[in-house]
């Protein structure tokens, strides 16, 4: 994988996509994707509050480049990775991107991100050439050219409330999220799924990224009398709340539930602090199933035992680059843009098994699992 340097900075329904949806600009030529290389810009943060990301996600990207290298690469253009900080607090992604897509520097873009860096990616590169957006997300993109594959909010969410309330019967929530689209999209539907099954959001909370000091959302919650936490924050950001949260000896009354808490982070925790805290999402390393199993061996035959630890975040980009490889497959058959791509139903390499029907619709499976000890046990799949 090639990095350049200067590009790192130092600081429920099936999900529909909408892939050609371009306004007032032509379709993009696949000239590009005919030539004997295909560099893939890959966005992962590589610091701030979601830099713990960044490790498994490389890795993971890796290992698919390999695989796909190994047999005939992309439509038999051999892939190579630019990888591109994507942190939040990065300010030159824009500048970054728009030099890379504008000199043919790279082809198509894979990213691993907060939908708050996918809005700027869009906003600054949109409809140029393909992007796969690979984590859990809230749901809704349809920007021309955008293939977002990751879990929805609303199929995460609605599933996870309802067994919560019907296993563990918590009426009164309150939730705490980044100040960005997807906590704020989440707590807007859980408002409306908690309150299906008979509970109250009794408030919610939005902090910026890096918060350090949660003692007044802990003061929050005592007061409210919250039997429930839905948590919405990203990365370390998570890692510090719930450990003040474990501190306090708060799971002792309140279940947490959380859509992207992945190995990681449950690591930072600790086992201590992490009693009664609960996980709703599409992939767990802890699942036993024959593609996840194959996908785990293939991993640490690559790397070693040594490797980053897998993550539903850090396999999704695994995921991104076979999902990429299948759109782009056929192109030396294709016409002259690639406005129809994604129209027909892919098949492509999942360890969670997830598939693509065609004309925007992805379908993956959703589990909710419990903390226990240092790793993840799934209870049920939702």
């Not at 890795?59 to 051999?78: F, H, Y």
């Not at 942190?87 to 708050?116: F, K, P, R």
């Not at 960005?180 to 909370?205: F, M, N, Q, T």
């Not at 693509?356 to 209870?379: D, K, M, P």
Request: one cysteine or more; aromatic letters at 8%.
């Amino acid at each position: 994988m090639l990095s350049l340097s200067k590009h790192v900075a130092e600081s429920p329904p099936p999900l529909r996509l909408h892939p050609s949806r371009a306004v007032g600009r032509a379709a993009p030529s696949l000239a590009p994707y005919k030539h004997r290389e295909l560099n893939i810009a890959l966005c992962v943060p590589l610091g701030g509050s979601a830099g713990i990301w960044g490790p498994s996600a490389m890795s993971c990207a890796k290992l698919a480049v390999a695989e796909l290298n190994r047999i005939n690469g992309i439509g038999g253009q051999m892939c190579r990775l630019i990888t591109v900080n994507a942190a939040d607090d990065c300010a030159t992604i824009e500048e970054t991107l728009i030099e890379l897509v504008s000199s043919g520097d790279v082809q198509a873009l894979v990213g691993m991100h907060t939908s708050a860096v996918r809005q700027r990616i869009v906003q600054a590169v949109g409809g140029q050439i393909p992007f796969v957006y690979t984590p859990l997300y809230e749901g809704g993109e349809n920007s021309a050219g955008v293939f977002a594959i990751g879990e929805t909010a609303s199929r995460q969410l609605q599933p996870a409330i309802r067994w919560l309330s019907q296993n563990q019967r918590p009426k009164r929530w309150l939730a705490v999220g980044n100040d960005y689209i997807w906590p704020r999209v989440s707590h807007s539907l859980a408002k409306r799924y908690i309150a299906d099954c008979g509970g109250e959001l009794v408030g919610d909370v939005y902090l910026p990224f890096g918060t350090s000091d949660y003692s007044q959302v802990l003061d929050q919650l005592r007061r409210c009398r919250a039997d429930a936490v839905l948590v919405s924050l990203v990365g370390q950001d998570a890692i510090d709340f719930n450990r003040a949260f474990g501190w306090e000896r708060l799971s002792d009354s309140m279940l947490r539930l959380s859509c992207a808490i992945d190995e990681n982070e449950l690591l930072g925790i600790g086992a201590d602090n992490a009693e009664n805290l609960y996980v709703a999402c599409g992939y767990f390393a802890s699942l036993n199933t024959d593609a996840n199993l194959a996908f785990k061996e293939r991993y640490y035959n690559h790397f070693g035992e040594r490797a980053p630890t897998l993550n539903t975040l850090g396999q999704s980009t695994y995921e991104g680059i076979h999902f990429l490889a299948s759109l782009l497959s056929d192109v030396q058959n294709a016409p002259d843009t690639w406005s129809d791509l994604g129209r027909a139903p892919l098949v492509y390499t999942s360890a969670r098994q997830a598939a693509y029907a065609g004309g925007g619709i992805n379908h993956t499976q959703i589990y909710l699992a419990r903390a226990e000890n240092n790793a993840f046990r799934v209870i049920t799949r939702l």
